[in-house]
């Protein structure tokens, strides 16, 4: 039975009623989704969508999964309860693959339920381990919002504090389309981040305890530095014994295409110290992690960090999750239809005065939108594309430092008919869109809709 426009206006009044004013959903009339099968949903309208942001990147292989269904379905019927107290096959199971996975030797995994948490877990190590609470971050990075993840968050228009346990020293590094060093190449760039970096060190002052960064910035629009950039990073950062911290929240897991991890685009340098990975590893299911050497991660003393972390039902419907992903080569999936679909993406962009860069690879491909022929970000255009693909039946989202990157990140199982689906909608929905902002003028009001994207 589907919902009614009454009974969907309810909701919302109801939502916005007891639910706090700041948590923001996308969409002006915002969605109701009821269920999904593959890399497809369906709202309580009885809309279907092509879902080209994986239920914000937590839907890593595919929406009803039947082996993640299967293994939720199980574990439910047999026992439900928290497991840092007693021991779990599925989760030593798990923590031994991802040990693995991750490259770091000696690893040990510690299970969290979010991606905020296991940053916050990750600058606990880091801080304890180096007895500083000095850390470096990149600018326009998103690590989460509790207290010490927003105190690493780069962008004020995603912190609602400016308050933080952390000294945080912001580094160049993230973001190549526009700043100081967009003119430069590849070589050019990274010899400038890393001179700011040792400047930055320089005054200082204390012990810096932790680099952490995004291989590709996520909630920041997909953007990244070069290849080997963090590499050139780590050389700095081993001289002074600062530990590196990757945040593969949204890179993770084959995602880029090219690699497992995000962090292997600059592995010249080896594993980082401490890796943190959440979203798509449960499938929908509230996972998160941090792996570290075992040196870094039993520096603490405490028993652990909560109840939740690892519990059968997650840890269960991530075995699968990731099974499911390596068995079916998902990578190499997102390298080979991220590619074509980039490239579709890219012969759109070159007929719309509307998009300044197609960027990514793999299943995480970002477009940078601007007032139509101009250089000047524009959150008003992703605010209408996101509108308009909606009506085309896709689902994206946005994000990027002035709130103007549309984000495109599928479940990784993707088929190419379905890239071509979502292309199609998309040129339609930028199309329309770019009509839009022509037939208001140049210029107009774009100060609305500046960030606060969600995850
Ligand atoms: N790190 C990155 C890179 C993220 O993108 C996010 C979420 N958008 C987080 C951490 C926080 O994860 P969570 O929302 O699961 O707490």
């Known amino acids: 039975a589907t919902v009614t426009e009454n009974q969907h206006a309810a909701l919302l009044a109801r939502h916005r009623a007891v639910l706090p004013d700041w948590l923001a959903t996308y969409y002006a009339k915002p969605i109701e989704l009821t269920h999904g099968a593959g890399r497809h949903v369906w709202d309580a309208e009885g809309n279907r969508y092509l879902d080209f942001f994986g239920g914000i990147l937590t839907t890593m292989t595919a929406h009803a999964l039947p082996e993640v269904t299967a293994a939720i379905t199980e574990q439910a019927g047999k026992i439900l309860h928290s497991s840092t107290l007693y021991l779990s096959r599925q989760a030593v199971e798990l923590a031994e693959r991802i040990a693995r996975l991750s490259g770091i030797p000696d690893a040990r995994v510690f299970f969290t339920t979010s991606g905020t948490e296991a940053n916050d877990t990750a600058l606990l190590l880091a801080t304890s381990y180096r007895r500083s609470n000095q850390v470096l971050a990149l600018r326009n990075s998103y690590h989460g919002r509790s207290f010490s993840a927003i105190g690493i968050t780069g962008n004020a228009s995603w912190s609602p504090t400016s308050l933080s346990p952390l000294q945080t020293l912001y580094v160049h590094g993230g973001v190549r389309t526009r700043g100081p060093y967009a003119h430069l190449s590849d070589a050019e760039f990274i010899a400038a981040c890393v001179a700011d970096l040792e400047d930055v060190l320089g005054q200082a002052g204390g012990q810096v305890a932790a680099l952490i960064a995004e291989p590709v910035q996520g909630v920041g629009g997909f953007t990244s530095g070069p290849d080997g950039l963090l590499a050139a990073f780590k050389e700095v950062l081993d001289r002074h014994g600062i530990l590196w911290i990757t945040d593969e929240v949204q890179a993770g897991w084959g995602r880029t295409g090219d690699h497992f991890w995000g962090w292997q685009a600059h592995g010249q340098a080896g594993p980082p110290d401490i890796l943190t990975f959440a979203k798509g590893i449960g499938n929908g299911m509230s996972m998160g992690g941090v792996v570290a050497r075992a040196e870094v991660m039993n520096c603490l003393t405490a028993n652990s960090i909560s109840t939740f972390g690892g519990s059968p039902i997650t840890t269960a419907a991530a075995l699968a999750n990731l099974g499911h992903l390596l068995d079916h080569d998902l990578q190499g999936n997102a390298r ?120």
């Open 336 to 455: 080979r239809v991220g590619g074509l679909l980039r490239s579709r993406l890219e012969s759109l962009a070159a007929s719309l005065s509307i998009v300044r860069e197609v960027r990514g690879r793999g299943l995480m491909l970002g477009v940078e939108l601007v007032e139509p022929g101009t250089d000047i970000p524009s959150a008003t255009a992703a605010g209408l594309v996101l509108e308009a693909a909606r009506e085309h039946g896709l689902l994206i989202g946005k994000g990027g430092r002035a709130g103007n990157a549309l984000r495109i990140a599928p479940p990784l199982s993707l088929t190419v008919a379905e890239a071509e689906e979502g292309a199609t909608a998309l040129g339609a929905a930028l199309k329309e869109a770019q009509a839009a902002l022509e037939s208001a003028g140049a210029g107009g009001a774009d100060s609305a809709a500046q960030g606060g994207t969600p995850a």
